[in-house]
């Protein structure tokens, strides 16, 4: 209701922008949401853990270091996993207090784990000294091909993340490891935030029609 002496009277071309702009609003605010739940949907389809066989090669053992857990200070321990058809695959084996490679079963293995496009990475300082390269088996981050080309393994373009105990043919000791791994952060919220944004866009377009289209009547002579 308005105050009297006022009248909703927008322009024509007022009207015909803010339909437009509430209905561009709109529409690709559907579209992100539709994205996100595209995003949720992938990483639900990529939690399901999936068996893997083949023997771990432990000479080719890596170390990320500055790991903590728990806030206990540790490493992620990395692992190639070689395929029954030859194939080789990095395998985050799991947290550990020590850089120091855990008890592994020769001969075949197998356990359930998770694709991850790449390994962990934790935050380090830009080199910009020159200096070398890490190229121990300690090290703060690494890539499948910083991974390939030390170790000199052909690897798949992958991780896979482990999720269960190794199941072997002959008994051994736990290998100690953990693996309480983060939550795989999906993309689904950047799309979301999007959403927001184009749909608040759509809101603001008819609060300014409405605003501009009030007019005050000229009293009559």
């Known amino acids: 209701m308005l105050p009297t002496g006022y009248r909703f ?3 024509w071309w007022g009207v015909l922008l803010a339909a437009a702009g509430c209905a561009a609003g709109i529409a690709l605010g559907h579209w992100q949401s539709g994205r996100a739940d595209e995003k949720r949907a992938a990483a ?3 939690q399901r853990p999936e068996t893997w066989r083949g023997a771990l090669l432990a000479r080719h053992t890596l170390f990320l270091q500055n ?3 728990r806030g206990k200070p540790g490493y992620y321990v990395v692992q190639p996993l070689r395929t029954a058809e030859g194939r080789h695959v990095l395998v985050l084996r799991g947290w550990s207090a020590a850089a120091a490679a855990p008890p592994t079963p020769a001969g075949t293995v197998s356990f359930k784990g998770v694709r991850r496009e790449r390994l962990p990475r934790a935050y380090e300082v830009a080199n910009t000294a020159g200096d070398a390269p890490e190229s121990g088996r300690v090290r703060q981050n690494a890539s499948i091909g910083e991974f390939s080309a030390w170790s000199g393994l ?8 482990q999720r269960s105990a190794l199941v072997v043919t002959q008994p051994s000791a736990s290998d100690g490891l953990v693996r309480e791994w ?8 950047k799309h979301e935030a999007y959403a927001l944004q184009w749909y ?3 809101g603001l377009c008819v609060v300014l029609l409405v605003v501009l289209g009030v007019k005050r009547e000229k ?3």
């Open 9 to 11: 009277r927008p322009a």
């Open 44 to 46: 639900a389809a990529a």
């Open 67 to 69: 790991r903590p857990h």
């Open 154 to 161: 052909a690897l798949e373009p992958y991780v896979v993340e």
């Open 182 to 189: 983060p939550a795989a952060e999906s993309g689904a919220a």
């Open 200 to 202: 608040s866009l759509a």
């Open 219 to 221: 009293p009559s002579s």
